[in-house]
């Protein structure tokens, strides 16, 4: 027997769509706490007092290779470009104002919406590649701790430390992984490891 159409199962049923993340953290990264995948779009998952919980934070690579288009190459190697530009702080602001972030979790995100809610918010803004770039790692970055701090309130946690091992071809971004890092410091007792 083969068991498919987990997606449909699961929207029928009331979920968002990816019932298979939380089992499949829990079996095969059991030693950590939080693990936090950066891919197209950042996701969470969190153990808690209760079991797992896992839901998607935020637009990641896929609004960062974007940015880069215009630029004629597939990424920002290393972060070095958004390293170099400033923070837009209306830039930031417009793009945390989305109704999506403010939704409770569990909750789920498609490209389709990183499409049409996100990166019209970044291509609309006069400003340099290095400028969106640089905004769009802090947002990714603030999203995340608070995505973090609200998982641990919520659901409660086991015991700190808590070990966070973060995955996905975003970690390879240095600049995003450094923003990362800085805004996990108010959260104490949360290690963030790289494999």
């Known amino acids: 027997n083969v068991a498919d159409n987990f997606r449909m199962q699961d929207v029928a049923l009331g979920g968002q769509g990816a019932p298979l993340a939380p089992v499949a953290d829990e079996m095969l990264f059991p030693d950590y706490d939080i693990l936090l995948n950066l891919g197209g779009i950042a996701n969470l998952s969190c153990k808690t007092t209760d079991g797992y919980i896992a839901f998607d934070l935020t637009g990641a690579n896929q609004v960062l290779n974007h940015l880069v288009k215009p630029l004629g190459i597939p990424y920002d190697h290393d972060g070095r470009l958004a390293a170099q530009g400033k923070l837009l702080a209306d830039l930031l602001e417009s793009v945390e104002q989305l109704p999506f972030f403010d939704?409770?979790?569990?909750?789920?995100?498609?490209?389709?919406?990183?499409?049409?809610?996100?990166?019209?918010?970044?291509?609309?803004?006069?400003?340099?590649?290095?400028?969106?770039?640089?905004?769009?790692?802090?947002?990714?970055?603030?999203?995340?701790?608070?995505?973090?701090?609200?998982?641990?309130?919520?659901?409660?946690?086991?015991?700190?430390?808590?070990?966070?091992?973060?995955?996905?071809?975003?970690?390879?971004?240095?600049?995003?992984?450094?923003?990362?890092?800085?805004?996990?410091k108010v959260l104490d007792g949360v290690n963030l490891e790289i494999p």
């Open 103 to 184: 939704l409770p979790f569990p909750k789920s995100l498609g490209n389709d919406w990183v499409l049409n809610q996100q990166l019209p918010l970044y291509d609309q803004a006069d400003a340099s590649i290095p400028d969106k770039l640089h905004t769009a790692c802090r947002q990714i970055a603030r999203q995340i701790a608070k995505d973090v701090a609200l998982c641990l309130d919520q659901d409660g946690v086991n015991d700190y430390p808590l070990r966070m091992l973060a995955t996905g071809g975003g970690v390879f971004n240095e600049f995003l992984m450094r923003c990362i890092r800085e805004e996990l």
